[in-house]
């Protein structure tokens, strides 16, 4: 059942294809932004998914999230994420990232919990207009 303060912690080591300067976010070597983004999204869809229906999942539909440090090749990172606020299938976290060194991100992340079938379907009929 899902309920306000379901916490979630995912973990990785920085590798050469999360540097900025390989997956286009920057030229320097350093964590990109777009991998903390997906550390966060993933700490907080996989915090709730043990208490979603069949057939459900959630998708990430807003981020307001401050990269304030910047982490190197090699150093674990981690992202955690507490659920705050559920309205209907709106789901509302409290997100942070960090490294050995300490705070690298924070900020807020909603997600919507959608029916997978349903949801492929009207996505893909976009390709018939």
């Given amino acids: 059942m899902l309920e306000a303060g379901i916490k979630g912690r995912q973990e990785t080591v920085v590798t050469e294809e999360q540097l900025a300067v390989n997956v286009g ?3 320097v070597r ?7 983004i997906a550390l966060i ?15 459900q999942t959630t998708v990430g539909t807003l981020l307001n999230v401050s990269h304030c440090s ?3 090749l090699g150093m674990k990172v981690w992202a955690e994420s ?5 309205d209907r299938r709106r789901l509302v976290f ?20 959608i029916d997978m079938e349903k949801f492929q379907s009207k996505t893909d009929s976009k390709k018939a207009q």
């Fill in 94 to 113: 409290k997100v942070a990232a960090f490294d050995e060194a300490g705070l690298i991100g924070e900020g807020i992340h909603e997600r919507f919990i």
């Fill in 41 to 55: 999204e993933k700490t907080a869809s996989l915090s709730v998914e043990p208490e979603l229906g069949e057939g």
């Fill in 25 to 27: 976010s920057g030229k």
């Fill in 70 to 72: 910047a982490t190197p």
């Fill in 30 to 36: 350093v964590f990109a932004t777009p991998m903390m």
């Fill in 82 to 86: 507490e659920l705050v606020e559920i």
